[in-house]
């Protein structure tokens, strides 16, 4: 092969390495969600994950020298297509989500593991960093192939196209491939990638190692198939969260991440949390007129108000493909003109709708999916002051949060301090009705919601004291007579 042609071939070799490497960061993010749920705690691991396995692989690429091992010559070519086929070998059930499926919900569960941020340590270790540390060594086992004469402008342009590769990797595999073809099906994509890998490298192309790699994708691409997806209930799998459909009892249920997030059948019957926002925020305004405007901020399968034809509904979600989704399995039917699906994210619309002075006489909050599943960025102390900002006078708003009724956690107490810090007077409902005051379960989990209706010149009250009580003055007028027994 001339000169300029294996140069070529070398810098492909080095911007598919790239790729890969953050393509299968960002896929193992993603992967992870619907077991140890998302944040920066979750973010963190993997990155570390991938980071420090990357640093020791130029480390021990940089030190490899061809040599003897076991009676075989071990030449640099053939250290790179071992490196590629042992990732492309761990990377193989490291990606499939049956597999995941198994190593969370059962696998961990049997070595009694259950903390979500030791098991998804566990699995970085393994099915992460390994791979990483493996193709970490490309970059330095090429340069072996480069003239020393030109060290540094060599090393520039590897470095430049692995870069490259990076950055396609976390722009190409996210904002297009997941959102088109699937996080599956990226995933195929990937195998292909090392498969191709290892042909470019190969002298002969129809050796064993390409056809074991050729093999290996072809497993991958089976494990990932929509036949598999589909046997797994499986409607689709985006950047932002995967949508299964189970349908029981006549109930057709929407679960994202594994978190039972809707349900609807044939007689209108929906969650009890859902039904419970309807009785108080929107049955009584059904008639209205003028109709009222109503947020709701996390979409599900649009069941809450689906019968409502009055109002004017705004559903907010990052995800784009839950309404075709919600109208095909769901709800049987398309949602009525007086509702719109905008596709963005809670915090950028209710920027947006105070630079606008848009503000609503509803809003429903229902962006938890579980307690691994909390968007960070919607439980903070200014995104209720955005809430709080948009609400139009007399408003009201209905949270949904999966909290501890009891808070025997510290996530259910700060959850709680965070929202009395901007609406002091809120009721607070729990939604189990077989929850005992005297459980002190810190995991026990159930649906909680809370009630807040906001105006514009609202009087906070006081403190009464032993030295100052006002009280006789502060209660009402006229009480309502208390009947006697």
Known sequence: MKKDNLSLLLYFVIVIEGYIVLSTELLAM???????????????????AVLMPLAFGYYAGGRFRPHRSFGKYVSVRKKLIFNIMLSALILLPGMAHVFLDWFFTTFMIQIRIEHRLIQLALYSAVFVAVPIFLLGQTIPLISNYFTKSRLSEITGRMLFFSTLGSFMGAVFSTL????????????SLNFVLLSCLVIMISKRKLSEPVFLIVSMTIIAMYLNSNQVMMDMSVAYNNQYQMAQILTKNGQRHLLLNNNWSSMYDDYGRKYPYIEFAERQGIDPIRDADPPRDILVIGAGAFTLGFEDENNNYTYIDIDPDLLKTAEKYILKDKIKKNKT??????????????????????????????????????????????????????????????????????????????????????SRVVMNETYSLYNEDPNGLVNVSYIY??????????IYTDDKNTIYYDKPKKLLSTPRK
Do not use: W
Not at 30 to 48: M, N, Q
Not at 176 to 187: A, F, K, P
Not at 453 to 462: F, S
């Open 176 to 187: 297009v491939l997941m959102s088109t073809i699937g996080v599956h099906h990226t995933v």
């Open 453 to 462: 209706r906001h105006e514009d010149n609202y009087d906070p009250g006081v």
């Open 30 to 48: 993603r992967e992870t969600i619907p077991f140890v749920g998302t944040g920066t705690d979750t973010v963190s691991i993997i990155i570390a």
């Open 341 to 426: 699906f905008l596709v963005e994210s809670a915090r950028a619309f209710l920027t947006r709708s105070k630079r606008e002075g848009k503000k609503f006489d509803v809003i429903f909050l229902d962006a938890y999916l579980g307690g691994i599943s909390i968007p960070e960025q919607l439980i903070t102390q200014e995104f209720f002051r955005q809430l709080k900002d948009c609400m139009k006078d007399k408003g009201i708003l209905i949270t949904n949060f999966i909290s501890s009724p009891n808070f025997n956690n510290r996530m259910s107490r700060s959850i709680d301090n965070t929202i009395r810090s901007v609406m002091p007077h809120v």
